[in-house]
């Protein structure tokens, strides 16, 4: 069985500014593919049904984000290995972790 020890992995300095950068960075590009699909969205507006599915659509994608990005230390490797896995995030923009992050991080993508 492969159980993974996260909660007490030390975050340096350097490591917690390269996992903000990372983590914002992320955050960033999901944000704004939500932003261009309302801008669709919206603009295609005919009736009251197709505005309150707009408004079910923010809310659905609202409560997906706000529990996805969790920037506790003690989720924030597997919180990365979601946002590898889903293309928000790239590997080589965590460079800079230990190699240990690094490996649980990309293990974690694999499952």
């Known amino acids: 069985m492969f159980v993974m020890q996260v909660s007490d992995v030390e975050w340096s300095k350097t490591e917690k500014e390269i996992a ?10 999901e944000i704004q593919t939500v932003v261009k699909e309302v801008c669709k969205r919206a603009s295609s507006i005919a009736q009251p049904d197709d505005m309150w599915q707009l408004h079910d659509f923010l809310s659905a994608r609202r409560h997906e984000i706000d529990g996805k990005y969790d920037y506790r230390y003690s989720v924030l490797i597997f919180v990365f290995a979601r946002l590898v896995k889903e293309g928000w995030l790239h590997l080589d923009e965590l460079e800079g972790l230990s190699t240990d992050k690094l490996t649980k991080v990309a293990a974690l993508t694999r499952m």
Do not use: G, L, T
């Open 20 to 29: 903000q950068a990372a983590f914002e960075k992320a955050y960033e590009r």
